[in-house]
């Protein structure tokens, strides 16, 4: 690979078969949420590649037996460095054959505090829902998540514990959501059928936002540059969206993202009506992960069956690939990043049914 070395960590933890979210602690190490069993995070030390397994995070559900826990993108660090994790379940496009909600409380939402090694329960959020993802209010008054099987769109409020659940999205147009510096919420939704006259089309895929201040969640009429969601397809890996397939808030304020179907490279300025296209990474589908370098370049991964990884600087708005992270795998899927400040790169695998962590060592180190 161009420019960078790579080395392959396997997640010692028996039944996980992913890496779906990651997030850098306050205390150095990085934290890898996992789809698995019981034991679904692992602290990896940058200073020695080595991982740890943090033990059993869900409680057992005679409910949800014989389909895998998940921490799917619902890995989020506060600003007094506690982690909230939520709990998804793994289930595929088999529902409701493999999975009947009926019975089922919703997935579980837990604070962890990394100094203490104490996991909270803060109890379920959406009652017959598994959490997907989740967002972080920069200011820590609220997470932000969605869930799965129904997109519905809740808030947790941190300050009371209390829980809304806002109802269904639409249909899946979202993988990732982010919150940006004024902490609102940003995610995307489907137009299912547009009626005469509307300021949408049907089948277009938009933004949807969450002010706190107000408690408003609104479906706005900003449009993502993505094929119609008719067009999604998980024969060819399109994870059943098309709009943020991943996300960040970067240090200038903008939201930078990337789209599943195709894979384009977005921006979202603050106060700005319209989204700009960028550029496209890679001719494939799919951007699962993204991350901004201390330098201030974008960097992601994206591609299917093989991921790339990419790097766009906003300043001189070029874009560099530099190539197949693991040309070893014929399927080989970055879910989740992380970017240190000394240009190492870390980045979970998922969907090949290894749970491995790959590292990317800049040579010039």
């Known amino acids: 690979m161009r420019a960078y070395d790579v080395k392959e960590l396997r997640v010692p933890v028996a039944g996980a078969n992913a890496v779906t979210a990651m997030v850098p602690g306050d205390d150095g190490l990085v934290y890898c949420g996992l789809t698995g069993k019981r034991r679904v995070l692992v602290a990896l030390d940058p200073r020695d590649d080595s991982l740890r397994d943090l033990g059993e995070v869900y409680p057992d559900d005679p409910k949800t037996r014989g389909i895998l826990d998940k921490v799917h993108n619902a890995l989020v660090k506060a600003p007094d460095g506690s982690l909230y994790i939520g709990q998804g379940l793994n289930i595929s496009d088999a529902y409701p054959l493999e999975f009947h909600s009926h019975g089922y409380e919703g ?3 837990f604070r962890y505090q990394p100094g203490a090694g104490r996991f909270t329960d803060l109890g379920p959020q959406v009652r017959s829902e598994a959490i997907q993802g989740m967002t972080m209010d920069p200011r820590g008054r609220y997470i932000a998540g969605y869930t799965i099987p129904g997109n519905h769109f809740f808030v947790h409020d941190l300050a009371t514990h209390a829980v809304t659940d806002y ?4 249909q899946m147009a979202h993988h990732n959501m982010v919150c940006d510096a004024r902490g609102v919420t940003w995610g995307c939704w489907n137009c299912a059928l547009a009626p005469k006259g509307a300021p949408v089309k049907t089948d277009g895929c938009y933004l949807m936002r969450y002010d706190h201040e107000r408690r408003a969640f609104e479906r706005t009429t900003i449009e993502v ?7 999604v397809s998980p024969a060819k890996n399109k994870s059943w969206n098309n709009g943020f397939d991943s996300a960040c808030c970067a240090r200038d304020g903008a939201i930078y993202f990337g789209t599943s179907l195709p894979a384009n490279l977005c921006r979202l300025k603050p106060g700005a009506d319209k989204v700009e296209l960028l550029c496209r990474p890679v001719r494939s ?3 699962p992960a993204l991350a901004e370098a201390a330098d201030g370049r974008l960097l992601g991964f994206g591609g299917f069956p093989q991921m790339q990884l ?3 600087d906003p300043a001189k708005r070029s874009l560099e690939n530099h190539g197949v992270v693991a040309p070893q795998y014929k399927l080989c899927l ?3 990043m992380v970017a240190l400040p000394d240009g190492r790169i870390y980045a979970g695998e998922t969907d090949s049914g290894r749970a491995s962590v790959h590292c ?5 180190l």
């Not at 109802?167 to 639409?170: A, P, Q």
């Open 285 to 287: 589908s799919r951007i």
């Open 225 to 231: 540059p993505t094929e119609p969601f008719r067009a």
């Open 107 to 109: 997935g579980r939402l």
């Open 360 to 364: 990317l060592l800049p040579r010039a």
């Open 167 to 170: 109802g269904r999205i639409s």
């Open 310 to 312: 990419f790097a766009y």
């Open 334 to 336: 970055f879910h989740a």
